[in-house]
């Protein structure tokens, strides 16, 4: 599989469950967005793999289409991490509408301390909706 997504993916970590920390995050991202209900079903049984991303904690989602394409990203929040610095968080689909990679990225590149409680997790609203979705998946919602 990561022939097909190229260099950067062969670097990814072995297949493991979702921590529990992840998955509340998740949770949070999609609530109240048009992806609610799938995301959260997919999470049950998901597969996710450590993102070579120098330890800002972003993971790939175990593809459940043969060739994962980025579809678009359908939430956005951000945190303070436990060093004072801001992390932004994006979950991105494939272009069939699987998850395909839940993308964190701390302003100064250094590794992640912890991930946050959900309470202090801020949900990023665009243009006074939650997420965007792409086109597609709205038309499947």
């Not at 995301?39 to 049950?44: A, F, K, R, T």
């Not at 991303?53 to 991490?81: V, Y």
């Not at 395909?100 to 590794?111: M, N, Q, T, Y």
Request: net charge negative; proline share 9%; with cysteine.
């Amino acid at each position: 599989m990561s022939d097909q997504l190229g260099p950067y993916y062969s670097r990814l970590g072995p297949p493991r469950a979702l921590r529990d920390v992840e998955h509340s995050l998740i949770a949070k991202l999609v609530r109240n967005t048009p992806h609610e209900h799938e995301v959260l079903n997919e999470l049950c049984d998901a597969l996710v793999r450590d993102m070579p991303d120098g330890g800002m904690g972003s993971i790939k989602f175990q593809g459940k289409t043969p060739k994962p394409r980025l579809g678009g990203q359908i939430a956005e929040g951000a945190f303070c991490d436990a060093d004072g610095m801001p992390v932004s968080v994006a979950l991105l689909i494939d272009d069939a509408g699987h998850l395909f990679e839940l993308d964190v990225f701390k302003a100064d590149g250094s590794p992640l301390v912890s991930y946050p409680d959900p309470d202090d997790f801020e949900i990023v609203e665009r243009q006074g909706k939650l997420g965007f979705p792409p086109e597609r998946a709205r038309q499947k919602s």
